[in-house]
């Protein structure tokens, strides 16, 4: 096999992939639907657990596939050459559609694409009166120090007050 056929059959298990996802996730939305249906006719009904069950799939799981499923419910959408992961991180950000085509157009991995939107987001709380994480006072965009650690993300207004913050972490 040359490398063009290796390229060729490795794309199509990442369309497969991803069309098993939606798949999961439009029958995830249809258990969902029998689930509300069954509970309005009997009162407090058991079938996604039943569903899970059966399936051995966690609940966790199996919510995220039905979000992301009717997040984008568009099929050109779901056509795009990206990866699931990509449309699950567009699902939880604002204007999940127009991020997945800035993700596409760019061709941005999803560290890119993450890295992108908490940009944005940041610059919106900034506008919106973000004030530092230590010290309380007003953020500005050239100032913002933005520090995650144990996925808990700390704004501060100066590296000064980022220092000190690291230093606290350190100590505890």
Known sequence: MDLKEFAAQYSAILVAECSDNWLRGDIAIAVTELYNKDKEEHGKSKIIDEFLTMTGEARSTFSQYRWVASTFEDDL???????????????????????????????????????E?????????????????????????????????????????SLL??????QNLKSQ
């Open 161 to 166: 007050c980022a220092q000190e913050h690291i």
């Open 77 to 115: 959408i779901r056509k795009l050459p990206v990866t699931w992961t990509h449309y699950r991180v567009c699902a939880a950000a604002d204007n999940p559609e127009e991020w997945l085509k800035k993700a596409h157009d760019n061709k941005w991995s999803c560290g890119k694409l993450i890295e």
């Open 117 to 157: 939107i908490k940009s944005v987001k940041l610059d919106k709380d900034i506008d919106n009166g973000l004030v530092c994480s230590l010290c309380n006072k007003s953020i500005t965009k050239e100032d913002a120090v933005s520090i995650t650690y144990k996925r808990k993300r700390a704004v501060l207004c």
